[in-house]
């Protein structure tokens, strides 16, 4: 029997409410029964309460009575927008290009600016239309330049100045999602939003990594980290939904990793889901054997505050009994360290790379600007992007400190004075290997052939650290190189990056 469910120490919590509910919220039959279960299975410190999504707008008498009956019980009230013309249409965004469509996002920021002081922008505010007007407006440049101006333009123009020309005292955050990689397509612009925008907001949930984005559980506390890189002190908060959270321990695991990362609010989405009931199927096997989610522990009642008991069936019990777990152990954590990993503005290569790192235990902090001075700097084929990437490698390998770079990135820069540090050839060809060795210590097996590709160096130039084996022939896993005071190396990448994990525990 637990106690019933009490504030945090260590950070707030929030609930997101859709336009869908929260236009439910006229009813204040349905709103109360469904507040009363959910505040008994997680203390809520704040509730967002969205006024549009897919050309729903909230009634002003609805909001105002939602708004007065959250403050009423003490909750801190904020605003939403999600700018979807239809999520089940592939997530249909409005189109940026079309005058109808630009008028109507400039009224949702304005009409939404009048009821909340502050509100925040749903991972929705990209744009993947690419209808004629789009088509015509682009001219001869790539998607990713017309539609990173375009979404920059876009924030000011129909957002950020409309919004507060209503409420001059009103904040606008912006919740980026978890596909950090790819925004520079969709019109994210990590390098001039972030100083626009009053705040950030970080989309944790990575889900079950077998569903459609395949993301790593590392991502939902490296891409907090990463934004906090982005607009320091600015990142508001980790979001995370139910969605993928079979078995349940997955659920309470993307809560935990948000809060690791020491987001200082994190954000329920939403109502509706936390209002479902959960399954009994959501019951991990291994259950029983001392994990830190305990799936009957959380299910047992709870005494209220009036002496009644109540028995937790839906999600939002689950959800609270994770908070309550984790805050005991957050007052005990300092700051997240992790090995600087620098990833230009609106790069691409090796695709969420330093989360499979991060998996088997080398703790990654993504930044935006090259960091000079640290004692080592992990580098990734994004880094590309950067035109002074191998001035900016010898400088630091000059200072006396070390760099790593992925094989990716080494045959990305051949060609183009990387070669001044070390002769090597990433080439086309391909191993299967499935013996390691560390050093000169003994070889080890595993299973399963991994492949990689095959990279040549120049004997005694350069030093195989970790070498892979196919019988008789070998080829370097972790390459070693001196340069003026420094030490470089190079990581060769296996073609299927979850090969990280299978590799021996030495190497």
Not at 165 to 170: F, G, K, M
Not at 200 to 209: A, D, F, H, K, P
Not at 236 to 254: F, H, M
Not at 333 to 338: E, I, M, N, R, T
Request: glycine share 8%; hydrophobic share 40%; charged share 25%.
């Amino acid at each position: 029997m637990h106690i019933f469910a009490g504030d945090y120490k260590n950070f707030k919590v929030a609930v997101y409410c859709r336009a869908y509910e929260v236009e439910k919220m006229g009813d204040a039959n349905w709103l109360e029964t469904v507040w009363d279960e959910l505040s008994k299975g997680v203390h809520v410190d704040k509730i967002y309460l969205e006024t549009h999504r897919d050309l729903l707008i909230v009634d002003e008498k609805i909001l105002e009575s939602a708004i007065a009956f959250f403050r009423a019980k003490g909750i801190e009230v904020a605003g939403g927008i999600t700018y979807t013309r239809d999520e089940s249409n592939f997530f249909e965004t409005f189109c940026y290009s079309n005058p109808d469509d630009r008028a109507k996002v400039s009224e949702i920021a304005s009409y939404t600016a009048r009821f909340f002081d502050e509100v925040i922008l749903d991972d929705f505010f990209f744009t993947n239309c690419k209808c004629n007007l789009c088509i015509g407006a682009k001219k001869d440049r790539s998607w990713t330049d017309f539609r990173l101006e375009l979404m920059r333009d876009a924030a000011v123009d129909l957002v950020l100045n409309p919004a507060r020309a209503v409420n001059p005292d009103v904040e606008v955050v912006i919740k980026y999602p978890n596909w950090y990689e790819h925004f520079q397509g969709l019109g994210f612009n990590l390098e001039e939003q972030p100083p626009l925008f009053d705040g950030l907001y970080t989309g944790t949930e990575t889900r079950n990594r077998t569903s459609n984005q395949h993301l790593q559980q590392y991502h939902g506390y490296a891409i907090f980290r990463y934004f906090e890189n982005l607009k320091p002190g600015q990142n508001r908060g980790g979001w995370v939904d139910t969605g993928g959270s079979n078995p349940l321990d997955r659920y309470a695991e993307q809560l935990w990793l948000t809060l690791f990362a020491k987001a200082p609010e994190i954000t329920l989405f939403d109502i509706r889901q936390l209002d479902s009931p959960f399954r009994e199927n959501t019951r991990a096997a291994w259950q029983g054997t001392g994990t830190s989610f305990d799936f009957d522990e959380m299910k047992k009642p709870l005494r209220q505050e009036d002496g009644s008991m109540f028995e937790p069936t839906k999600y939002a019990r689950v959800a609270g009994y994770s908070l309550e777990i984790v805050d005991r152990v957050l007052g005990y954590l300092g700051k997240p360290v992790g090995i600087k990993s620098y990833k230009p503005y609106h790069s691409v290569g090796e695709d969420f790379i330093q989360n499979y790192l991060g998996m088997i235990g080398i703790p990654i902090d993504i930044v935006p600007e090259f960091p000079e001075g640290e004692e080592m700097v992990f580098l990734t084929a994004s880094a590309k992007f950067d035109p002074q990437i191998v001035e900016k490698i010898k400088h630091q390998l000059t200072a006396g400190k070390n760099v790593t770079i992925t094989s990716g990135l080494y045959k990305a820069l051949q060609g183009k004075g990387i070669e001044d540090i070390v002769e090597l050839r990433v080439t086309e060809r391909r191993a299967n290997v499935s013996e390691f060795r560390a050093g000169w210590g003994p070889t080890v097996k595993i299973e399963e052939a991994i492949i990689i590709p095959q990279i040549h160096y120049l004997t005694n130039d350069s030093w195989e650290v970790v070498s892979a084996l196919d019988n008789t022939n070998g080829w370097p896993i972790l390459h070693r190189a001196d340069y003026s005071d420094g030490r470089f190396y190079v990581l060769t990448v296996p073609d299927n990056f979850i090969d990280f994990y299978i590799m021996p525990a030495k190497v």
